[in-house]
Structures are given as structure tokens and as C-alpha cells.
């Protein structure tokens, strides 16, 4: 083969060659982009929640006893109805009771009796002592005896008051309105003995508090940052409490906080916080194991991301794809707060005006431009953001 031939061929080899890569490189252009939607970072004000436990305790509690001695011959409640404020509870033996208001009774009209008999003495002592006819010992001996009377008088009207307060006892009556329990004693027992024997209790279940615990440390940096200015504290008033059920699921009537106490338990280092929740239904029973998203502060400059923008590496630490000018993907570091609304809170590594990636993450790789789909969302979309 000629020579001329052979750098023919070589030449046609070379330009075949740099064809193909020209072709490859056109296509590698021409590639589609990724397409991804994204939001734009705004501050807004974002009220600042915590997730604490605690258990469920009954506003109020009566425990109703016997307030005299004797035998329990009727109750007249259903065990775990509910019962009005007076309604009769109990009725004790009320004879011996009625008997010794018979007696005070008697012994009071007795009373009354000489008192008048002294009254009407001192009376005439009051004129024979003008005309010198008694001496002035008999007089003040009147007049004592007078005195006297009445004051026994007095205490007769006393001992019948009594006498009638623990007649009105042997009917035990419900102190406050709520939810009574089983009855702690039958009928045939002999109550009051010697001690205020318990017979049943009594719990208002509607509205319920539900009391939480917090540790100082939280509490301290709230208030680090009320002072800073970067916080705004909610007033006691006006913090809504979110209770969350024991299957994840959350409470549908919102509560309040009613107030925190003033005093640190010394074994735990935290501090008790009452919240009160409607109960219509009686669906929250006391001791029941609770947790409670109690919103404390606002963050006036707030930034919230949807949780599926969120990325986190083989390390755990949660980033975000954002997008500059240039539709390029970069990656961010973000610290992140609590979650609200199924959307993170960001303490750090975003700002105001910044473009992060909400859907199309799989298919955004950090350096390569993207394509931003502006479509709108579907409205179910929209309002689960």
C-alpha cells in the first residue's frame, strides 16, 4: 500500500474520531435538566413550642366521709354516675340523732322557762328595793339569777343547733359536682366511729388540668433569650396547649396554661406547668401519662422549611439543596428546632431571600444546573405546607 494511501486513511480515521466526540459532546449539552420545585426562604413570626410530659389531675377532689357515728342504712348514687353538688349520697341511722334533738329542744323550753321566772323576779325585786323593802343583796341576787337564766338560754340554743347539725349529717350529701367512684362502705357499716371513715370520692372531670414538668435549663434559655430580644414571650393568658394522645394522635380541643409554679422540685430540677383542657367527653381521665405541645414564645423572625427539603448525611447532620443565580444546586448545613406543622424550624444556616429545593431532590446533584418547575400546586398541597 502506497504511502499516500495510508495518510488518506488516517486522516479519514482522525476526522471519523472527532466527529464522534463532537456528536457526544452536543448530547451531553443537549441532556434534559432536572426538574425541581423550590421555595423561597421568608421570616415570618413562628410561635416557639415544647413537648412536654406529664399526667392528667382532676381540678378538684372531694373525698366524702362520715361526719358522725353510726350505721349506713341507704345508698342512693349508681357507682360512676355523675352526681350535682347536694345531691344525697348517704343516709346514716338518723335515731339517735332525732333523739338528742328532742332532747336539746326540751332542755331549751326548760331554759326559757326559768330565765322568765328570773326576769319577772328581778322585775318585782326592781320596785320593793325603791320603797327599801328588801335589801340590796336580795336585789343583786335577782338580777344575777336573771343574767344566768339567760345565759342558759343561750346555751340550750346552742346544744339544739347541734342537735341539728348532726341530724342534717346523717344524710351525706356530694360537696362539690362531678364523678363519683365506687362506694368504699355498705350498707350495715358502722361509719364515723372515732374517725371520719371515707365513703366514697368524688373528681370534676370537665375542664381537666393537665400538670407538666420542664426542666430549668429550658426555662433558662427562654429567658436568655426574651432578654436578647430575639424571643417574645407569650402571655401566660394567652399560650395554647395542644395535647397529644397516647396513639401519636392529637387532642381536637385545644387548652391554656393556667400558671407555672414558683418553686423547683430539688430531686428532678424541674418545675411543674398546669394546662387546662376541656372535657366534655371525659375522654382524659386522672393519672393518665400525657404530653403536652405548650407554645411558651414567638420568634419574630422566624424560618420554617417543609420536613421533606430536609437531607441528612451518613453523619445525621440535616441539609438542604439550595439554588443560586444560576439554577446551580449547592448544599447547606441547617440547624434545626422543633417541628411544627410538619415543617422544620431553622436555627441556623438559612436565610431571608434564599431558594432551597422542596421536590425533585433525587434527581438534584450539588453542582449541576437544574430546571425549577413553576406550576402551581394542588390546593391540598398547598395548605399541608
Known sequence: MSK?????????????????????????EQAPLATVRVETVEARPLSITSELSGRIAAPRIAEVRARVAGVVLQRTFREGSDVKKGDVLFRIDPAPFKADLDSAEAALRKA??????????????????EGNAISGQDYDNARASARQTAADVAASKAAVDRAKL???YA???????????????TEGALVGQNEATPLAIIQQLDPIHADLTQSTRELNDLRRAFRAGSLKQV????????????????????????????SVD????????RSEFPNPDLDLLPGSFVRVRLEQAVDKQG????????????AGIAQVLVIDAEQRI??????LGAVQNDRWIVTGGLKPGDRIVTEGLQHAKPGEKVQIDNTPLPLAQVSGQ
Do not use: H, W
Open 4 to 28: 499516500n494511501l495510508l495518510a488518506k486513511l488516517s486522516l479519514m480515521a482522525l476526522a471519523l474520531t472527532l466527529s464522534a466526540c463532537d456528536k457526544s459532546s452536543n448530547a451531553e
Open 112 to 129: 326559757d322557762a326559768n330565765a322568765f321566772q328570773a326576769r319577772l323576779q328581778e322585775q318585782r325585786y326592781a320596785q320593793l328595793i
Open 166 to 168: 348532726n341530724l342534717g
Open 171 to 185: 344524710t351525706v350529701t356530694a360537696p362539690i359536682s362531678g364523678r363519683i367512684g365506687r362506694a368504699l362502705v
Open 235 to 262: 402571655g401566660q393568658d394567652q399560650a395554647k396547649a395542644t395535647l397529644i394522645q397516647d396513639d401519636g394522635s392529637l387532642y381536637p380541643l385545644p387548652g391554656k396554661l393556667l400558671f407555672a409554679e414558683i
Open 266 to 273: 430539688p430531686g428532678t430540677g424541674q418545675i411543674i406547668l
Open 303 to 314: 424560618i420554617s422549611v417543609p420536613q421533606r427539603a430536609i437531607t441528612r448525611d451518613s
Open 330 to 335: 449547592g448544599q447547606q448545613t441547617v440547624e
